[in-house]
């Protein structure tokens, strides 16, 4: 369940963060915010999916079944995750980085957080799968 609780927390992150960018867009996208698009998203689908493995080992690895469906993270990663936040935010909300900008940034990292949700579903359903398969 730990890796179905990751795909809907990764899920409702990038829903939300695509949606900031695809609202900060104050014209039609050009070539520049498309690269700006792809270069980001690149680079954040390679981050959040060495991140994702690296919890899906590690929430595999439990031997106990766990109450406690927070610990799809480790501290390490919810820390990294309110640093994001806190950064995502004041970036936004300082005036300082126009919409042009942050929408083709913010919409590159929310495609990238969906990318890494689909990652944990389908590494969830391909686990299922084999358990059953196993069980049989």
């Keep these: 369940m730990l890796l179905l609780a990751a795909a809907a927390v990764w ?13 900060a867009s104050p014209v039609a996208w050009d070539a520049g915010m498309a690269l700006v698009f792809l270069v980001t998203f690149l680079l954040f689908v ?7 493995r690296r919890h899906i080992k ?3 690895s439990y031997t106990a079944r766990l109450s ?6 480790d501290a390490q990663s919810y820390l990294i995750l309110v640093v994001m936040v806190a950064m995502g935010a004041a970036v936004r909300l300082s005036g ?5 900008v942050i929408a083709p940034f913010y919409s ?3 495609a990238a957080l969906l ?12 686990l299922s799968d084999e358990i059953v398969v196993k069980q049989a």
């Design 11 to 23: 899920l409702l992150a990038g829903a939300s963060v695509s949606a900031v960018g695809v609202s």
């Design 46 to 52: 390679t981050m959040f999916l060495l991140i994702s």
């Design 58 to 60: 590690r929430i595999t």
């Design 68 to 73: 406690n469906l927070f610990k799809f993270f």
């Design 96 to 100: 300082l980085v126009p919409g042009v």
């Design 108 to 110: 590159g990292i929310g």
């Design 115 to 126: 990318v890494s949700a689909v990652f944990y579903a389908v590494t969830y359903v391909a």
